[in-house]
């Protein structure tokens, strides 16, 4: 009511002004104006939907794969939907083979394989992408006077073959063989990198990586393995083949207590939905790196 | 003054409602005590059971072989029960005598001012936490352990060393643990015992170790029972701090073998275990649980009727 009030007075106004020609093209001029504005509104708006859809992706990835890189896949999936929450990214940890068949089989988009993939894989289609390392270290106390063992003294060691530190060129002194508690995954892949699954004659079983550097620094004769990341100065690092445990050979892959976390697609990365071109974005950017450190893993550069 | 005074004496509606108040309070606290033990008991049932019946009775309880992250899976606790069962035996019998005969020298022989030091000392004992007897164990009695291992086993190609992670070490910071409780209780039962017993057994000529021998401890026998029953159930409960002395591997109860106890063996594995290997940790919860109350009823039984003789 108001609004036609003052339209009329409006209207009164100009009539009295005489100026009746110019008001009219004023106001034509206003409404096409405002005609202009609402497109103008409209345009941003959908460019704003445009946007909108580039930056939250929304949809399902799906994962399947090495149990080894559970906690990792998880801390992946849990960061990625942090960053995009219309987006779920489903782990399924079955085994590294599995994992890669049913990338293969078009299953899931993702598969964790914590080796490298196979010639017979790659041929099938699968690319291989690592996406970090893990890397394992064989730890024993300062004193010992052994400092390189070969891989099949480590397998004999850990199988109990062998039980005394002279047998691999140390003094005379008995083997404590410290490890890991079954499921741990330190274990799982020391285990697996050896071929050693269920093998290994423990005479400690601890449940922490702590608890391992605790006990093989304080034994003489001890030896035991943690994650790399972990090493200092209360233990001493066993060379591997003559190799010394650090990044850059794990990088070069001269030391072989290491393994590549996979992510196998099935064709490139530049082929895949743009869900998990994300996905595999975040995990070479220097965030996605972090996380990878983060569970005790080697950044892949 | 006197009149104005709140009473509860002098008013029978206030006193009554402060009666019923309490006897409602006190009721709701003794049926809550009920209602932890039935829901323990419960849910151990139910999260325990299921993993039994999946795997087999016969194979978790009589198998030997625990590697329950293997391919093909396998999860026998028979050494795992024989650990406790041998462990707790061996830390009853080295501590049972020494805590009675601490018992003994507190109520009995001790001059006053001796006692007034050494009992102090003892429920200080009590005091302490379970993991700090463990980091102890670590510090002294492994490296003890593991020079008296490789002086035993020196010539020997088969054993596996442990670094004195094992049985022995287990078992002495088990005795140590249950000491307090044994001493505690044993000196109230053997103060109890009517003091014209001794004065007549002193009277007819017996010596006071005779006193002692044939008339205390036999009168003070019931209240022995129990502070062997709490000392049993204390030491097949605990986990901390064994955990860090015992070696945590499964095997066969041997006093130089690194051994897992029940309640290790779920501490030890619940971190990272899931599936079926997670529920059978928690058949492992249910098999400590069972053994707390057969012993418990056991001891309680033979306490009974220690108590119908006495009388």
């Known amino acids: 009511m108001k609004k036609v009030k003052y339209a009329v007075l409006a209207g009164v106004m100009a009539f009295g002004l005489t100026a009746c020609g110019q008001s009219a093209e004023e106001t034509t001029a206003a409404s096409a104006a405002s005609e202009t504005t609402d497109t103008a509104a409209e345009e941003t708006t959908e460019a704003k939907e445009e946007t909108e859809a580039a930056a939250e992706l929304s949809g399902s990835i799906t994962m399947a794969g090495s149990t080894s890189m559970e906690k990792f896949a998880n801390a992946l999936a849990e960061a990625f939907m942090e960053i995009h929450p219309d987006v779920s990214v489903q782990a399924e940890f079955t085994g590294s083979s599995a994992g890669v068949e049913a990338v293969l089989a078009g299953q899931s988009d993702i598969g964790n394989s914590s080796r490298n993939l196979a010639d017979d894989e790659k041929s099938a289609g699968a690319v291989e992408n690592i996406v970090a390392i893990d890397g394992i270290a064989v730890v024993a106390d300062p004193a010992n006077t052994a400092s390189d063992l070969t891989k099949e003294q480590l397998v004999q060691i850990y199988t109990g073959e062998v039980k005394n530190w002279s047998e691999v060129g140390g003094e005379d002194l008995p083997i404590v063989v410290v490890g890991r508690e079954a499921g741990s995954g330190t274990r799982g892949a020391f285990e697996e990198i050896l071929e050693i699954e269920d093998m290994c004659q423990y005479a400690n079983e601890l449940d922490s990586t702590g608890a391992v550097m605790a006990k093989v620094a304080s034994t003489p004769g001890a030896i035991g393995y ?76 | 003054m006197g009149k104005e005074q709140l009473s509860i004496v002098a008013n029978r509606k206030n ?9 409602v309070i006190f009721t709701g606290c003794g049926l809550l005590a009920v209602l932890a033990v039935i829901s323990i008991t419960g849910y151990m049932v139910i999260s325990g059971a299921p993993a039994l019946f999946q795997v087999g009775i016969t194979d978790i309880l009589f198998g030997t072989v625990w590697a329950p992250a293997a391919e093909v899976p396998s999860f026998g606790i028979l050494y795992v029960i024989l650990t406790s069962i041998v462990g707790t035996f061996m830390a009853i019998l080295i501590g049972v005598p020494i805590g009675l005969f601490t018992a003994i020298f507190l109520a009995e022989v001790a001059p006053p001012k001796l006692a007034a030091t050494v009992r102090p000392a003892v429920e200080l004992l009590a005091g302490i936490p379970s993991v700090i007897y463990g980091l102890l164990g670590i ?80 009168a003070a026998k019931s209240g022995i029972m129990a502070a062997i029953v709490l000392g049993c159930g204390r030491a097949i409960g605990e986990a901390m701090a064994i955990t860090l002395v015992s070696g945590s591997s499964v095997n066969f109860p041997l006093p130089f073998n690194s051994v897992r106890f029940l309640t290790t063996a779920i501490v030890a594995e619940m971190s990272y275990a899931e599936g079926l290997h997670r529920q059978v940790l928690f058949t492992i919860g249910l098999v400590l649980f069972a053994f707390i109350m057969f012993i418990n009823v056991v001891l309680t039984r033979i306490f009974r009727k220690g108590e119908a003789t006495n009388d």
Not at chain 1, 233 to 253: H, M, Q, R, S, W
């Open chain 2, 15 to 23: 006193k009554s409602v402060v009666e019923k108040a309490a006897e």
């Open chain 2, 139 to 218: 510090l002294l009695l492994n490296p003890l352990m593991y020079k008296l291992e490789r002086m035993i086993f020196a010539g020997s190609p088969d054993h596996q060393f442990t670094g004195g992670a094992n049985l022995i070490s287990a078992v002495l910071v088990l005795a140590l643990m249950i000491l307090p409780t044994v001493v505690n209780i044993s000196e109230s039962a053997l103060r109890a015992v009517p003091a014209h017993l001794k004065s007549a057994s002193l009277a007819l000529g017996a010596t006071q170790m005779q006193t002692i021998f044939h008339v205390i401890l036999p």
């Open chain 1, 226 to 301: 943690v994650s790399l990341d972990v090493l200092d100065d209360t233990v001493k690092a066993l060379k591997i083949g003559g190799v010394d445990a650090n990044e850059e050979n794990i990088k070069d892959g001269s030391y072989i207590l290491s393994r590549p976390f996979v992510m196998a697609t099935k064709g490139e990365i530049s082929e895949q939905n743009e869900l998990v071109q994300a996905l595999f974005d975040y995990v070479y950017s220097a965030e996605g790196q972090e996380l990878v450190k983060s569970v005790g893993l080697i950044a892949v550069e």
